[in-house]
C-alpha cells in the first residue's frame, strides 16, 4: 500500500491564481467602467453602429459637450 507521506497539494497556488485574475479583471473593468468610460463607448460603438436617430443624437450630444467645455475654459 503507498504511502502518502510526501504529497503536496495543489490546491494552495490554484486558488492564489484564480483570486488574482479575479482581482485583476475586476480592477480593469472598474477601471474601463468609471475611470475611463469613453474608450468603451467608443468602442461599443465600433461594434454596434448606430442608426441615423442615434447619429443625430450623438451629434448633438458632442455639439453641447463641445459648447459647454469652451463655455467653462
Not at 453602429?49 to 467653462?72: F, G, H, M, W, Y
Request: hydrophobic share 40%; proline share 7%.
Amino acid at each position: 500500500m503507498p504511502r502518502l507521506v510526501g504529497k503536496k497539494s495543489n490546491s494552495i497556488p490554484t486558488v492564489s491564481l484564480l483570486l488574482s485574475f479575479l482581482i485583476l479583471t475586476g480592477g480593469l473593468l472598474y477601471y474601463y467602467r468609471f475611470v475611463h468610460p469613453q474608450w468603451l463607448e467608443k468602442e461599443f460603438r465600433n461594434i454596434f453602429p448606430p442608426d441615423s436617430s442615434q447619429k443625430e443624437r450623438l451629434l448633438l450630444e458632442s455639439a453641447k459637450q463641445t459648447v459647454n467645455k469652451n463655455i467653462i475654459f
